[in-house]
T-cell receptor, first 115, second 114 residues
Framework: DVKVTQSSRYLVKRTGEKVFLECVQD?????MFWYRQDPGLGLRLIYFSYDVKMKEKGDIPEGYSVSREKKERFSLILESASTNQTSMYLC??????????????FGQGTRLTVV | QQQVKQSPQSLIVQKGGIPIINCAYENTAFDYFPWYQQFPGKGPALLIAIRPDVSEKKEGRFTISFNKSAKQFSLHIMDSQPGDSATYFCAADNSGAGSYQLTFGKGTKLSVIP
């Protein structure tokens, strides 16, 4: 059973804290993604990575950074958490393009509250 | 710029009804159109997907209709059940070798009432 695992289901952090969200996949996928999900706004891409140590900005990268030191692990970092970063964060992984099956697999999400 | 427009934002149907969710895209290079289903407290999961060489694909009670000339595709749920209550996302991609990310619609929250 394929899996994308996010380290926390719920997190509460204080304004200004540095926050780490961890994601691990066991499918040997090259591509990994971080999205945030807010009501009425759908899934917005923050960052993605197509290989170890490679990263690309998505649609809303401001206030975030990422790290991918190993193929299976992709971390999202909030450098200085703010209340407007309160959201549901979803990690996903996906095989490379050019294949027949390019399904994206999502983790269960981390609901982050910044107070 | 939103490349995949999804409507409606929310939908309420009675059990047994046929909810229809519509999506329109702009990028003619897109050639892979999946739908994802998300239950509360869970991540989205692939429900059904279509490629533009066919106009319809059916899996169980779920059907995708695809209109390449209009650049539109839709999800139909036959004989809807309360257990189908979820948020549905359409998406699109150019599935070539350089592809990385899916472009998602904003989602439709479906409620099926008994």
């Amino acid at each position: 059973d394929v899996k994308v695992t996010q380290s926390s289901r719920y997190l509460v952090k204080r304004t200004g804290e540095k926050v780490f969200l961890e994601c691990v996949q066991d499918m040997d996928h090259e591509n990994m993604f971080w999205y945030r999900q807010d009501p009425g706004l759908g899934l917005r891409l923050i960052y993605f990575s197509y290989d170890v140590k490679m990263k690309e900005k998505g649609d809303i990268p401001e206030g975030y950074s990422v790290s991918r030191e190993k193929k299976e692990r992709f971390s999202l970092i909030l450098e200085s958490a703010s209340t407007n970063q309160t959201s549901m964060y979803l990690c996903a992984s996906r095989p490379p393009g050019g294949l027949i099956n390019t399904e994206a697999f999502f983790g269960q999400g981390t609901r982050l509250t910044v107070v | 710029q939103q490349q995949v427009k999804q409507s409606p934002q929310s939908l309420i149907v009675q059990k047994g009804g046929i909810p229809i969710i519509n999506c329109a895209y702009e990028n003619t290079a897109f050639d892979y159109f999946p739908w994802y289903q998300q239950f509360p407290g869970k991540g989205p999961a692939l429900l059904i997907a279509i490629r533009p060489d066919v106009s319809e694909k059916k899996e169980g009670r779920f059907t995708i209709s695809f209109n390449k000339s209009a650049k539109q595709f839709s999800l139909h749920i036959m004989d809807s059940q309360p257990g189908d209550s979820a948020t549905y996302f359409c998406a699109a991609d150019n599935s070539g070798a350089g592809s990385y990310q899916l472009t998602f619609g904003k989602g439709t929250k479906l409620s099926v009432i008994p």
